[in-house]
């Protein structure tokens, strides 16, 4: 995790806001975010629920794919309904591909015939609700705060399903990478207000950057003496995010 992630992720110690229980995925992005935050509260005795209907949206055959790389091929406008849309679903990852990356450790005990090859957005919110509606959701019953360290794409799912969010303005939602976001919620677990803890120029950067990944990036080939698009070794990095629910 970079210094500045970390620095945005104190601001929960900052807050004086505690919790009673968190939930998170068994992806180790968001397990170790996790820890960090619990370090910084010095919350380690904090009850962690994970589950892998918390995981980030599978990709398909983009698993692994570098976002830039992307946009500078399909394009921008392309990029963006692959990312953003509800209902687009990439190709399935081939079975042997699936294979070669699976760690069957996290998922033990279980049919890993559930587990997918390929998500749109609205496979991962059918796929997350169950967590929402068996867990999460009975803690906030119980009163109990709740802490929920996920994923961009899971997140911005759960946001949808909160605020009833169209399909249609679903596409252009934006969470900033690790700055944690704060929902009050009434009896019936419905949003009464909602806020980040973050300054409005760390909200802007912080928008401004999970944008700039569907971005196309050139640079100057002096072999060809023409711009090529730009490649890189970084794998994608499906940033973190926090959540934190609490009944009113």
């Not at 015939?113 to 959701?137: F, G, H, N, V």
């Not at 906030?140 to 605020?163: C, D, W, Y």
Request: with cysteine.
């Amino acid at each position: 995790m970079h210094e500045q992630q970390v620095e945005q992720l104190c601001l929960l110690h900052a807050s004086g806001l505690d919790f009673d229980v968190a939930f998170t995925s068994v992806l180790k992005r968001a397990v170790k975010t996790l820890y960090f935050i619990q370090e910084e509260m010095d919350a380690h005795w904090l009850p962690v629920v994970r589950s892998w209907r918390l995981n980030e949206k599978h990709q398909g055959a983009l698993q692994g794919c570098n976002k830039k790389e992307m946009a500078a091929l399909y394009g921008e406008p392309q990029l963006k309904v692959w990312r953003r849309s509800f209902t687009f679903r990439p190709p399935p990852l081939e079975d042997e591909l699936a294979l070669k990356s699976f760690n069957p450790k996290p998922y033990a005990g279980m049919d890993i015939s559930m587990l997918p090859k390929t998500e749109s957005l609205k496979d991962t919110l059918e796929r997350l609700l169950p967590c929402w509606y068996d867990q999460i959701a009975p803690a906030l019953k119980s009163n109990k705060k709740v802490l929920l360290v996920g994923h961009g794409s899971s997140v911005r799912a759960i946001i949808k399903f909160l605020e009833d969010m169209p399909d249609d303005e679903f596409i252009n939602l934006e969470v900033p990478q690790a700055i944690p976001l704060v929902y009050k919620l009434d009896d019936d677990l419905r949003p009464l207000k909602h806020y980040y803890l973050g300054t409005e120029k760390e909200l802007e950067a912080g928008l401004a950057k999970v944008a700039a990944r569907g971005k196309a990036k050139v640079f100057q080939d002096k072999n060809l003496g023409k711009a090529a698009p730009f490649t890189t070794t970084n794998a994608i990095y499906n940033g973190e995010a926090s959540n934190i629910y609490s009944k009113e």
